[in-house]
């Protein structure tokens, strides 16, 4: 009984959603700063004679004294909290106003508290109990492995060249690539339509409206590639994604592992790219440096340093990221022996063909003795 109280930081989506549960028969809506005052009136009235089932609001307007003021009239029963990697310093995407939500278990002593997120690590996931007081709630925890994706780090040379290679490859497939700036989003998607790509870039420096019928045309495959900044595709659900790209170093491994997956969301074998360059991570580092705080400082070098070091293993990708997470990958490929199938990763890909050419040293030194040539790779000799 009672309304659900959904807290979401992403304005952009909360209509796609609420239009989607009123489809099903669900008595949603939405407050937030896209609607006119006779339009807001209208919404608060209802929650107050409790007409609304579920209310989307962001954490920034739910600690106003109105909306807490409005929220007491109603019946608010269930506090929904999505994206609470936010509110841990650790998380990828920290934002102080989630730390405010704590004040609302004063006000609300009798509603249930819930909290959801894709990426939290067992540190991330401590600290949302603790800022939400949740340290004796039920855990529910599914795993971390996509097992349709593959995971290809590449080096940072010719990297244009090697886009254009693949893309060619899968011109009639949807994909994602991100790029850090929004300069950079607009140079590559310009370079990519001069040499016969659907692509258009997507930032949050263009206007509303502009931002929307990008996002409309590539979920209608008008468009078929989007060069983003990570603004975009957040809640996207279009599940034929076949590749996502990040022609830059990402700043966590949890940005990445959520950015990558939104990749194959229908199952299907799709891939995720990454263009490595130690030249990328001096880069982030510098812009590191100059925040002011030394705990942010900390944290992020520590974050920045996980993501580097996930790039340049050379074990199998899919076993370390899911390590990251504190998830054992039951029956892990052997070190270079190819036991995972090349849909795992290059890593274990690369293993597999050198596999194939793996022979016994005795055998080797015979045969490279008889003047035959025999390719085997380094070490095994």
Known sequence: EGTALVVSPLIALMKDQVDRLRALGVAATFINSSLDGVEMGRRQAAVARGQVKLLYVAPERLTMPGMLHLLGTANVA?????????I????????PEYRELSRLREFFPDATFSSFTATATHRVQADIRAQLGLQGAEGFCGSYNRANLYYDVRPKQKAYEQLVGY???????????YCQARAGTEKLAARLRDDGFNAAAYHAGLENDERRQRQEAFMRDDIRIVVATIAFGMGVDKPDIRFVVHFDLPKTLEGYYQESGRAGRDGEPSDCILFFSEGDATKQR?????KP???EREIALWQLEKMVDWAATRTCRRTSLLAYFEETLENPPPPRTGGRSARCCEVCCTATEEADFTIPAQT???LIGSGEYVP???GDV
Do not use: Y
């Open 286 to 290: 510098h812009f590191i440096w100059e």
């Open 78 to 86: 269930l506090f929904a909290i999505d994206e609470a990697h936010c």
């Open 88 to 95: 841990s310093e650790w998380g990828h995407d920290f934002r």
């Open 293 to 295: 705080s030394q705990k």
């Open 364 to 366: 080797a030194v015979e």
């Open 376 to 378: 085997v790779p380094v």
């Open 167 to 177: 893309l060619r490859e899968h011109r009639d497939q949807s994909g994602i690539i």
